[in-house]
């Protein structure tokens, strides 16, 4: 079955880059997805990127796509203590509109 | 401004009651989603809605029922039946089934808090 895999927590210094990974096993993937869910809230929909491409740049925000290894990363320059959150990396498969989100990975920036 | 709206944002739910959670939507997608999300986990698919009159069951849709009389609601059911309802409750919509191809981010509601008296 589908699968999506990150680690649950990293914490990085308030002005460091932090680099937050998944991996996937679908290899029909077509759309991948990052989410950030701040305390309390739903998801928020922070940048996506196609499966034909290898990096996307978003203002402080940078998504390097590695398809051959199934590996999607999300790198926040600068990080700021309002990045604190949990992100979550998502997948479109095969099967249309239905995303098969990984577990989360909790950030805590640190003055 | 286009959005999801759930509500209530905490519901609290007595022994052997069930109880229904709201979700509309004026972003005129066709396609909504019910997850739960439990601490330290990621979310769980109960139940989605391609078209109006239409739902399919999710990973774990035991114990809830659902229903999409109108494109812009699709109300949750927490039935008896669910024995452990304790959970953070997001609802979701997107565009819908445009092909695989097609960019069908899903946009969320800012959820509803579930608990046992």
């Known amino acids: 079955g589908e699968d999506v895999e990150q680690s649950l927590f990293l914490s990085v210094r308030e002005g460091d880059s932090s680099v937050i990974n998944c991996t996937y096993t679908?290899?029909?993937?077509?759309?991948l997805y990052w989410y950030k869910q701040e305390p309390g809230a739903g998801l928020q929909l922070l940048t996506y990127i196609f499966s034909n491409m290898d990096m996307k740049q978003d203002q402080r925000l940078t998504v390097l796509l590695n398809k051959k290894d199934k590996h999607l990363s999300l790198r926040i320059a600068d990080t700021q203590t309002g990045d604190s959150a949990i992100y979550f990396c998502?997948?479109?498969?095969?099967?249309?509109?239905?995303?098969?989100f990984g577990t989360g990975t909790q950030l805590k920036v640190e003055l | 401004d286009g959005g999801i709206t759930q509500s209530p944002k905490y519901l609290f739910r007595k022994e052997g009651q069930n109880v229904t959670l709201s979700c509309e939507q004026n972003l005129n997608h066709d396609a909504m989603y019910w997850y739960r999300q439990d601490p330290g986990q990621g979310l769980r698919l109960i139940y989605y809605s391609q078209i109006v009159n239409d739902f399919q069951k999710g990973d774990i849709a035991e114990g809830y029922s659902v229903s999409r009389e109108k494109k812009e609601s699709f109300p949750l059911t927490v039935t008896s039946a669910q024995k452990n309802p304790t959970a953070f409750y997001l609802c979701?919509?997107?565009?819908?089934?445009?092909?695989?191809?097609?960019?069908?981010?899903?946009?969320f509601g800012d959820g509803t808090r579930l608990s046992i008296l």
């Open positions: 998502a997948h479109a498969g095969g099967g249309g509109n239905k995303l098969t």
């Open positions: 679908d290899s029909s993937s077509t759309y």
């Open positions: 979701a919509s997107s565009m819908g089934d445009r092909g695989v191809w097609s960019n069908q981010p899903q946009h």
